[in-house]
Nanobody, 122 residues
Framework: QVRLVESGGDSVQTGGSLRLSCTASGYADNTNCIGWFRQAPGKEREGVAVIYRDYGNTFYADSVKDRFTISQDNAKNTVYLQMNSLKSEDNAMYYC???????????????WGQGTQVTVSS
């Protein structure tokens, strides 16, 4: 059973940058994809960016394209989310999750981390 631990959340000003990390242990065949998701208070959880572990293919939500970059360091079993040009609407708890196939739908993911808070203020 894969275990995911997020880190890197912090408080930043609008326009700032953060890098989130998702470190995994216990990968299995049904965890080909790692995704980053976020949930703001009162809103549904939404997909942000996903990456196939084997091939490195990535997909992004339109709201973060050209600002966020997902990447991985397989030697460290870690997936990163580099977030630049942060906006107030990026305020949320950020989660990473594992699935067999990549999708931006949270329902497709079977294992979740505990989350890390990102706060963007002006």
């Amino acid at each position: 059973q894969v275990r995911l631990v997020e880190s890197g959340g912090d408080s930043v000003q609008t326009g700032g940058s953060l890098r989130l990390s998702c470190t995994a242990s216990g990968y299995a065949d049904n965890t080909n994809c790692i995704g980053w998701f976020r949930q703001a208070p009162g809103k549904e959880r939404e997909g942000v960016a996903v990456i196939y572990r084997d091939y490195g293919n990535t997909f992004y939500a339109d709201s973060v394209k050209d600002r966020f970059t997902i990447s991985q360091d397989n030697a460290k079993n870690t997936v990163y989310l580099q977030m630049n040009s942060l906006k107030s609407e990026d305020n949320a708890m950020y989660y990473c999750a594992a699935a067999r196939w990549c999708s931006l739908r949270p329902g497709a993911y079977i294992t979740w981390g505990q989350g890390t808070q990102v706060t963007v203020s002006s």
